[in-house]
């Protein structure tokens, strides 16, 4: 709908956004049961109109309107379509349009889910939706398809993070298997289960090279490879792919928030502004994406007052937009502690997830406890966090994110031993040739471990080993953050900060 004034619309301009040298202008009307839909294909290079056409149909018939367009423009630019291309433009994905409303509404709460603030709320939300959908046609492939997804990113993010939840995303793949196993749409779900289910990327990768012979232009095919590519650590080919996806849908606003990650993880930092920047000209208001972009001045020159700024904006348009933004881990470099205890007053009283696991309020109670100086509250806070992940250790105690996030609370209390022992175990469970991203990540919270238990010396050198990698812990955050006072002018860890530094061109 971002084009919906005709007033204010270039088709010039839009066919250089997405990249296309034809733009398909029109409108829909619906009265009662009827619908009336206008089509014309322009040349958005010469604005030569090459073909329109009215049609005045049944609403029942608006999916044979979809196909009869899909085909009339392939026929104007000249385009093959392959038998297999044929019958999915001709096959309508469900003959109930109430269902399919809900299928769309659920794809749109899907896509908005790539910071974990929205994710929780979102997630629930466009399962239930699908949910109503399969209710009114349970053979709609494509919803059944979502829904795995849906399920599965659930389960990953640290939302859900049980057996239980797994389950319903094989249920609902299951179903889709036993509609239509050789659907393109049922490969690409296959490939979504084994990345976030089990972090199989082997076989998530081939499910995606099955899937790319009947979708050979799905932008998920190429955004879920260069998702699995940094999963292992292949970074240029991640980036890659991920830019190909973007080429293929350049208003995606997921697709620009992970490529815009995986820039920040490689330092490539004037790369991630730009792509933020992007972002921005589509959703301007977004909240969470006008933080991220000042996030980088933080993260490659230390540079807070950007931060500062757009966090101050944001409270006064709305001073509950820490239900939006989650900004903790970056708001106690601000040494005053101001930012982080008018972001913690106002912060979800559920956690937000974090590398797989639910980071309670109560520990950022004891973070933002500890940057005051106030050790009895931070240990009382600590010690409330530690009930509530020990409960999910002892349900899963292979969780690596859950013994990893144990150990760092652990470690705020004083518990030395156990800590370690968490950390380090986290660690071994999921190594960074294993996952490059949260291997990465369970490996700053060991240096992290480390630095608050005393062990300066190995706080260090598991700083040193992370910074050879690809990873979240930026100049700033080393320069600025409270978690590294305890290495602060030791030559070493001086060296590694300043290597770190933005250098002068």
Not at 130 to 159: K, N
Not at 198 to 210: M, N, P, Q, T, V
Not at 327 to 352: F, H, K, M, W
Request: aromatic content about 8%; overall charge neutral.
């Amino acid at each position: 709908m971002q084009y919906r004034d005709a007033l204010k619309r270039n088709l010039r301009e839009i066919a250089q956004q997405l990249g296309v040298a034809h733009v398909l202008e029109g409108s829909v009307q619906r009265a009662a049961n009827r619908i009336r839909v206008t089509a014309q294909l322009i040349d958005a290079r010469t604005d030569a109109h090459l073909w329109a056409e009215h049609y005045d149909r049944p609403l029942d018939d608006v999916f044979a309107i979809q196909s009869e367009i899909a085909k009339t423009i392939a026929d104007q630019l000249q385009a093959k379509i392959s038998p297999t291309e044929k019958a999915a433009i001709e096959k309508a994905p469900t003959t109930d349009l109430v269902a399919y409303d809900l299928y769309v509404r659920a794809q749109e709460l899907f896509a908005d889910t790539s910071d974990a603030v929205h994710a929780r709320k979102k997630l629930p939300q466009a399962a239930q939706l699908l949910d109503e959908a399969l209710a009114r046609d349970p053979h709609f492939l494509q919803a059944w398809c979502l829904l795995s997804r849906v399920q599965s990113v659930a389960y990953f993010r640290g939302h859900d993070h049980t057996p239980a939840r797994l389950d319903l995303a094989k249920a609902a793949l299951d179903r889709a298997m036993r509609l239509q196993p050789d659907a393109g749409e049922v490969h690409l779900a296959l490939a979504n289960y084994y990345y976030h289910g089990f972090r199989d990327y082997g076989r998530a990768r081939s499910e995606l090279a099955i899937a790319k012979r009947t979708l050979p232009n799905n932008v998920d095919v190429f955004l879920y490879t260069g998702l699995i590519d940094r999963r292992e650590g292949r970074w240029e080919e991640a980036t890659r792919n991920m830019e190909r996806a973007l080429e293929l849908d350049p208003r995606n606003f997921f697709i620009l928030q992970q490529l815009a990650l995986a820039y920040v993880w490689q330092h490539r930092y004037a790369d991630a502004a730009r792509i933020y920047d992007r972002a921005l000209t589509i959703v301007p208001a977004d909240p969470n994406s006008r933080i991220l972009r000042a996030l980088v001045a933080l993260d490659w020159q230390a540079d807070i007052k950007p931060f500062q700024t757009t966090l101050s904006r944001l409270v006064a348009e709305n001073p509950n937009v820490a239900l939006d933004i989650d900004t903790l881990q970056y708001s106690v470099c601000d040494r005053a502690c101001a930012a982080a205890i008018r972001t913690l007053a106002n912060y979800p009283r559920e956690g937000v997830a974090s590398n797989g696991v639910n980071y309670p309020y109560a520990y950022w109670e004891g973070v933002v406890a500890r940057c005051e100086g106030d050790s009895v509250k931070a240990r009382g806070a600590f010690a409330a966090a530690n009930r509530e992940v020990q409960k999910i250790v002892q349900q899963q105690p292979d969780f690596a994110a859950a013994l990893s996030l144990l150990g760092m609370i652990d470690a705020g209390v004083d518990k030395k031993e156990d800590a370690l022992k968490e950390g380090q175990r986290a660690c071994e469970l999921l190594p960074t040739s294993k996952d490059a991203i949260d291997g990465a990540s369970l490996a700053i919270n060991l240096a992290q471990i480390y630095a608050w238990t005393g062990e300066k010396d190995r706080a260090i050198e598991q700083i040193a080993a992370v910074e050879r990698i690809p990873n979240s812990l930026s100049y700033g955050l080393l320069k600025l953050h409270p978690y590294w006072d305890s290495l602060r002018g030791d030559p070493r860890f001086e060296k590694i900060v300043a290597s770190l530094a933005p250098k002068e061109r």
